[in-house]
Nanobody, 121 residues
Framework: QVQLVESGGGLVQAGGSLRLSCAAS????????MGWYRQAPGKQRELVAV???????DYADSVKGRFTISRDNAKNTVYLQMNSLKPEDTAVYYC???????????????WGQGTQVTVSS
């Protein structure tokens, strides 16, 4: 079994910063793409940013230039540095990862439990 545990959410004023972390643990052989998604009330879950195992990244247009995704492969951890936060960034942020497990050698997709980010105006 694989667990993704997120931390770092909270309440911040517009223009402020937060850093999210997500650590993958458990029956892990290797971790592929890791990413962050978010879901605001009444809206569908959307992609925020992804980072590939080699370090390449992709971002949603709405966060380009403000958010930075990174990863520490030795720790199976992904980070999301969020700067210049806006009220419209308010959402539950979910970590996502593709993980090959030791027992099955299958590549499965996993989600974290979500962490609330609230940006006040």
């Amino acid at each position: 079994q694989v667990q993704l545990v997120e931390s770092g959410g909270g309440l911040v004023q517009a223009g402020g910063s937060l850093r999210l972390s997500c650590a993958a643990s458990g029956n892990i052989r290797s971790v592929g793409v890791m990413g962050w998604y978010r879901q605001a009330p009444g809206k569908q879950r959307e992609l925020v940013a992804v980072v590939y195992s080699g370090g390449n990244t992709d971002y949603a247009d709405s966060v380009k230039g403000r958010f930075t995704i990174s990863r520490d492969n030795a720790k199976n951890t992904v980070y999301l540095q969020m700067n210049s936060l806006k009220p419209e960034d308010t959402a539950v942020y979910y970590c996502n990862a593709w993980v090959v497990t030791i027992l099955t050698s299958l590549n499965n997709n996993y989600w974290g439990q979500g962490t609330q980010v609230t940006v006040s105006s």
